[in-house]
């Protein structure tokens, strides 16, 4: 895939996800119907549209390490996501289905939940798609999702866990809804789990090409393979709207034939290695944002004397500019939250508190500012 080696681990996830994506788009692309076209990164990282009704799915690709299940942090994020889908655009609600796409195969839920008998799934993910398809008898189908929307509320209450804003748009929705209102989200959000590797995905367009009959032999689909991803790439790097269909296949798989193959592999790589260093760059430059947030709200907390609303701004916003930029610092966030609520169960005058609480975002300010002055030093050479 011409990955060059030694990235740091984030910096690999975040460049592995981005070619996944541009594969699974590959894919998906190949498989379109003549009155289907896609958005790419629009409502999500891939749209499918069908006309004349304009039903729009809206497709999160992940690369994940492993199984999920519904505690897990993308199949949460992605579900909060497409009620926030729902409640933008309530006015083209029928239109509107949610595609969770991964790699990764489903795991058991912690205890047994949903087991009601000994023939019954433990695996929520399993119960939710069991529900998409209407496979559940009524009763059953209403306390599964029951039960599904008491794991929801209880990562609902890790707010660390996701984004604030998502989690304000979402959080009355969730405390709110009946489980009838939520079984209609269900059936509108399927998962598309154990979809192929990032490491085998390139193969599978090949045998895609081959399937679908885009050329004569193995070094055609190849080629054809590294032209499309190259184009995909280059799609994915500009803003502005990305739309792919039918025709614009047959020509992009034109163009590769007239092409000589080693020259679309040397644009590829050329186009890859640059992209790589602009992702690793963004990266960085997000963390200095995230670090200096956490820096403005350390200083609120410090010099303006806000202990009253220290606990709450240490979980809405330092917590998760830390987990973003440095693991490190994440886990003393955590540390201050716990010895935070330690020191309210201790017989301490509210001075005492105040005073103790000053002390732990001080000596956090330090560290967030010595891991600021590294990265600013890197990006400076």
């Given at each position: 895939?011409?990955?060059?080696?030694?990235?740091?681990?984030?910096?690999?996830?975040?460049?592995?996800?981005?070619?996944?994506?541009?594969?699974?788009s590959?894919?998906?692309?190949?498989?379109?119907?003549?009155?289907?076209?896609?958005?790419?990164?629009?409502?999500?990282?891939?749209d499918?549209?069908?006309?004349?009704?304009?039903?729009?799915?809206?497709?999160?690709?992940?690369?994940?390490?492993?199984?999920?299940?519904?505690?897990?942090?993308?199949?949460?994020?992605?579900?909060?996501?497409?009620?926030?889908?729902?409640?933008?655009?309530?006015?083209?609600?029928?239109?509107?289905?949610?595609?969770f796409?991964?790699?990764?195969?489903?795991?058991?839920?912690?205890?047994?939940?949903?087991?009601?008998?000994?023939?019954?799934?433990?695996?929520?993910?399993?119960?939710?798609?069991?529900i998409?398809?209407?496979?559940?008898?009524?009763?059953?189908?209403?306390?599964?999702?029951?039960?599904?929307?008491?794991?929801?509320?209880?990562?609902?209450?890790?707010?660390?866990?996701?984004?604030?804003?998502?989690?304000?748009?979402?959080?009355?929705?969730?405390?709110?809804?009946?489980?009838?209102?939520?079984?209609?989200?269900?059936?509108?959000?399927?998962?598309?789990?154990?979809?192929?590797?990032?490491d085998?995905?390139?193969?599978?367009?090949?045998?895609?090409?081959?399937?679908?009959?885009?050329?004569?032999c193995?070094?055609?689909?190849?080629?054809?393979?590294?032209?499309?991803?190259?184009y995909?790439?280059?799609?994915?790097?500009?803003?502005?709207?990305?739309?792919?269909?039918?025709?614009?296949?047959?020509?992009?798989?034109?163009?590769?034939?007239?092409?000589?193959?080693?020259?679309?592999?040397?644009?590829?790589?050329?186009?890859?290695?640059?992209?790589?260093?602009?992702?690793?760059?963004?990266?960085?430059?997000k963390?200095?944002?995230?670090?200096?947030?956490?820096?403005?709200?350390?200083?609120?907390?410090?010099?303006?004397?806000?202990?009253?609303?220290?606990?709450?701004?240490?979980?809405?916003?330092?917590?998760?500019?830390?987990?973003?930029?440095?693991?490190?610092?994440?886990?003393?966030?955590?540390?201050?939250?716990?010895?935070?609520?330690?020191?309210?169960?201790?017989?301490?005058?509210?001075?005492?508190?105040?005073?103790?609480?000053?002390?732990?975002?001080?000596?956090?300010?330090?560290?967030?500012?010595?891991?600021?002055?590294?990265?600013?030093?890197?990006?400076?050479?």
């Amino acid at each position: 895939m011409f990955i060059v080696d030694r990235l740091e681990r984030d910096a690999w996830a975040t460049i592995r996800g981005y070619f996944y994506q541009a594969n699974i788009s590959i894919l998906d692309w190949i498989k379109l119907k003549d009155d289907q076209s896609i958005d790419l990164e629009h409502g999500e990282d891939l749209d499918i549209i069908t006309f004349p009704s304009k039903k729009r799915e809206l497709i999160q690709i992940k690369h994940i390490d492993g199984s999920i299940t519904l505690r897990n942090k993308e199949v949460f994020e992605a579900i909060l996501n497409f009620i926030y889908h729902l409640k933008a655009n309530s006015f083209t609600i029928e239109h509107l289905s949610f595609v969770f796409c991964t790699n990764a195969h489903i795991g058991t839920e912690r205890g047994s939940r949903f087991q009601v008998s000994k023939h019954d799934s433990t695996k929520g993910l399993e119960v939710w798609k069991n529900i998409y398809n209407n496979k559940l008898s009524l009763s059953n189908e209403k306390s599964a999702i029951k039960e599904i929307l008491l794991i929801l509320k209880e990562k609902l209450k890790e707010k660390n866990e996701c984004e604030s804003e998502k989690w304000g748009q979402v959080h009355d929705y969730l405390k709110n809804v009946t489980e009838v209102d939520f079984g209609k989200v269900i059936k509108k959000f399927s998962l598309r789990i154990d979809e192929v590797d990032f490491d085998e995905s390139g193969k599978a367009i090949t045998k895609t090409l081959e399937d679908h009959g885009f050329g004569n032999c193995e070094n055609d689909y190849e080629k054809v393979y590294y032209h499309l991803l190259y184009y995909i790439l280059k799609k994915l790097s500009i803003k502005g709207p990305k739309k792919l269909n039918m025709k614009d296949l047959h020509q992009q798989i034109f163009t590769a034939a007239q092409r000589d193959i080693d020259s679309i592999k040397f644009k590829l790589t050329e186009f890859i290695e640059s992209r790589q260093q602009t992702i690793i760059d963004e990266m960085e430059t997000k963390k200095i944002q995230y670090l200096t947030s956490v820096l403005s709200e350390i200083d609120t907390i410090v010099m303006e004397d806000d202990i009253d609303s220290a606990e709450d701004t240490l979980v809405r916003y330092i917590l998760p500019n830390a987990a973003r930029s440095d693991q490190t610092l994440y886990t003393e966030a955590k540390r201050i939250l716990i010895n935070i609520n330690d020191n309210k169960t201790k017989n301490l005058s509210r001075k005492e508190f105040i005073t103790e609480t000053k002390t732990l975002f001080t000596d956090y300010k330090e560290q967030v500012n010595s891991t600021l002055n590294k990265l600013l030093h890197q990006n400076s050479l």
